[in-house]
């Protein structure tokens, strides 16, 4: 789960998205339209096409040269008969109108009206677009609308992120249909834009959805009830568990519908029934709505003051604190993309230069989700997104690459990413901080009360716990000190074992048996049936059926059938679920050749007269391992059945013995790691051939880019 919401925000994007128009929202749709370089002609595209009665107020903000009077208001008046204003202090916002911001200036919106403030004129990277699409998010919620149109740079990409995130419309200009494409790419690496089209359609797409009626502040009736009913949204919830792991029954009931919701009506399905077809087809969407429903804004020192106060007054206290030679150890969880995560590390690594302590810095980052986390290990983002790092620490940990920040080795290699998941995964131990901000908001109460006590058992006496300005410690207020209220930064008091569930409940419908109402069972509760049926199963199968075993594809045990688990020994030391760990003797050496034969062949081996010893004496066994597949997941079905008495083998069996299959297996495995080597080998010359070819194209860039800027200077002579 995602933990950050925008800079500059007061409420989180959950309260934001649940928030009906207000007297202080306006009551009609506001579209923020960027632009930059060839922005001109797509505005020109666009209002051709766009109609004057569309009950929408249109603003553009430009980037404006502040030598040159823009000539704006007369070309577009070319192509609208809309009213057409530039825009001075406190005007108020109307529908049907456009607004034009004025050279030198940054702009925002507050209650309807818009606000301007005078640029900064040291030189430093100013970015209106995104100051105006963040303003635009608070103060319209899901009545916002970004559009990011032809420019170069990457103004707009953090904005356009935090009008998702508050359920607003996103679109972008496609890449061909650009004269400079550097926004409309930036705008789409965020993987948060909703429409992609040429500017002379997007006047259709947005009469689209303002058609959809939950957006004029009723909810869609067909949708709505579809969204509620267990079927679907449970369907949807075991494709999450299935592909991704994660349990969204969790999570609170109304963000998950709105955002389901949202889904079905942008990607124009009939209903949820057919929208759930189509997530179980298409694996784009499906990542679509995972990303949705994660909420992914996070951004570097959001809420400065905040971050000032964990520099002043806690972070040198855990420097002073820590044992010499010893370690400052943060965990965040739900990192995003990082930002967070690296803005910490350099607060901590600043402060131990400055205080000359011999102390390691090590922070924890996680995420669950996996795309995030390779895009955080990388380490490299826009000038836009490190615009909110103090110019010390950007000089310090970033090394510029064009429009590109890299973060430096030593920072890098203080940040440790790891997947994991709050409501399943434990936590990590010895914390002496742990920043997780607006994650506990999207859960359940109960899951609150459970992800809490695990920070507490996480961190150690002294240990701090940075939390979302609308987040509360519940139930466990007194096990902490209170260090700044605003900000909700708490001080662990004492060492004491809280009650903790060792697992997360899952949510009761995901595991309720659905069956048809039969008048055999007509006054018997249906979950009472489906219990009973259950019970039944299980003694049928115990009964009735040989021990056996359902591993995956990594030979984990999944389940067990029958009276299996008498062949089953947990060995010493750490707990496993690997099989081949869990069985001794020839069973371990027939069950090891069964499954890398079934796996290379895909079909059934089959296996008699292997030996095993149990507590009634020594047995033969057959052993049968069949490849199972179910749906994009392969499994392997495990049965071992007891054989009163030798017998000679059918054509389909064969004998075991276990030196053969020793010698057969040691075989094997010495052709795969012969394979291995020369694999590895040949990747090695790959790679020596393509770093020899990327020091030359480098060395082409540097030629190309000497003749850039001689001809740069030639352009500003003839200028």
């Known amino acids: 789960m995602s933990s950050d919401v925008p800079t500059d925000t007061p409420q989180d994007a959950e309260q934001l998205e649940a928030t009906p128009p207000s007297a202080k929202q306006p009551g009609f749709h506001v579209v923020g339209i960027g632009a930059s370089a060839g922005g001109l002609d797509a505005i020109e595209r666009l209002f051709d096409n766009m109609p004057a009665d569309t009950g929408m107020a249109f603003v553009i903000v430009q980037h404006l040269s502040p030598d040159f009077k823009s000539l704006m208001e007369e070309l577009l008046a070319r192509h609208t008969s809309m009213i057409i204003h530039r825009v001075e202090d406190g005007m108020a916002l109307e529908p049907n109108h456009i607004y034009l911001i004025p050279p030198k200036k940054n702009m925002v919106l507050s209650e309807g009206k818009l606000l301007l403030t005078d640029q900064e004129s040291d030189g430093a990277l100013n970015l209106p677009i995104d100051i105006f699409f963040r303003s635009l998010a608070q103060d319209a919620a899901r009545r916002a609308v970004a559009i990011i149109l032809s420019g170069t740079g990457s103004d707009g990409s953090r904005g356009i992120q935090e009008v998702h995130n508050v359920g607003g419309l996103v679109l972008a200009q496609d890449l061909d249909s650009a004269g400079f494409d550097g926004m409309p790419r930036s705008a789409a690496s965020t993987k948060v834009v909703d429409v992609v089209c040429p500017p002379e359609r997007m006047p259709s797409r947005l009469a689209e959805y303002l058609d959809m009626p939950r957006h004029l502040g009723g909810e869609h009736p067909r949708i709505a009830e579809d969204v509620t009913q267990d079927g679907d949204k449970l369907e949807i919830f075991r494709l999450f568990r299935h592909k991704y792991g ?52 996070t951004q570097f020192f959001r809420d400065p003051d905040a971050f000032q106060s964990l520099r002043r007054e806690v972070i040198p206290g855990l420097v002073k604190d820590a044992a010499r030679g010893g370690e400052v150890r943060m965990w965040v969880p739900g990192c995003a993309t990082g930002e967070e995560a690296y803005s910490l590390a350099m607060m901590l690594h600043s402060a131990i230069r400055e205080e000359q302590r011999d102390i390691t810095p090590k922070v924890f980052a996680t995420d669950v989700h996996a795309r995030s986390l390779e895009y955080a290990s ?134 309720r048996v659905v069956l048809r109402q039969s008048p055999f069972v007509a006054r018997q509760p249906q979950q009472d049936v489906g219990q009973t049926l259950i019970t039944a199963y299980e003694q049928l199968l115990t009964k009735y059926v040989p021990s056996s ?92 059945e007891e054989i009163e008495a030798p017998s000679k083998p059918t054509q389909s069996e064969e004998d075991f013995n276990a030196s053969e299959q020793s010698s057969e297996r040691i075989t094997v495995l010495e052709q795969e790691l012969a394979y291995t080597r020369e694999s590895l080998q040949s990747t090695v010359e790959e790679l020596e051939t393509s770093n020899e070819e990327l020091q030359s194209t480098n060395e082409e860039l540097i030629a190309s880019n000497e003749e850039l800027q001689s001809t740069n200077e030639e352009l500003h002579s003839v200028n």
Not at 251 to 273: F, H, M, N
Not at 607 to 622: C, M, N, P, S
Request: charged content about 30%; overall charge positive.
């Open 246 to 297: 994660i349990d969204f029954s969790l999570y609170k009931p109304a963000t998950i519908d709105r955002r389901i919701e949202r889904r079905v009506q942008l990607t124009r399905s009939a209903d949820t029934r057919e929208y759930v077809e189509k997530l179980d087809t298409d694996a784009d969407e499906l990542e679509n709505l995972y990303r949705d429903l994660l909420v992914e804004v």
């Open 378 to 511: 990388a380490g490299v983002y826009s000038a836009a997104a490190v615009a909110n790092v103090p110019e010390e620490f950007k000089k310090r940990y970033f090394k510029a690459n064009g429009d590109l920040y890299h973060v430096n080795k030593e920072l890098r290699q203080t940040v440790i990413f790891a997947p994991s998941d709050l409501t399943r995964d434990p936590p990590f131990t010895k914390i002496d901080l742990i920043s997780c901000r607006n994650v506990l908001i999207y859960l359940e109460q109960r899951v609150q009360k459970k992800i809490l006590s695990l920070f507490h058992f996480g961190l150690r006496a002294g240990g701090v716990l940075f939390l979302g300005p609308s987040e509360t410690l519940g139930d466990l207020s007194s096990e902490f000190k209170t260090i700044d209220r605003h900000w909700r930064v708490y001080r662990k008091q004492r060492d004491v074992r809280l009650p903790m569930a060792t697992r997360m409940p899952m949510n009761p419908a995901l595991s």
């Open 549 to 640: 075993l359902l591993v995956n594809e990594f030979f984990e045990l999944v389940h067990s059938f029958g009276d299996a688990r008498q062949l089953l020994e947990q060995p010493e030391g750490r707990p496993t679920l690997d099989v081949l760990k869990l069985v001794k003797g020839d069973l371990r050496m027939a069950l090891s050749a069964a499954l890398h034969k079934a796996s290379q062949q895909r079909s059934s081996v089959v296996y008699r007269g292997v030996r095993l010893r149990t507590d009634d004496g020594e047995a033969q066994y057959k052993v049968v391992v069949e490849p199972f597949v179910k749906s994009n997941e392969r499994m392997y079905l495990i049965c071992l």
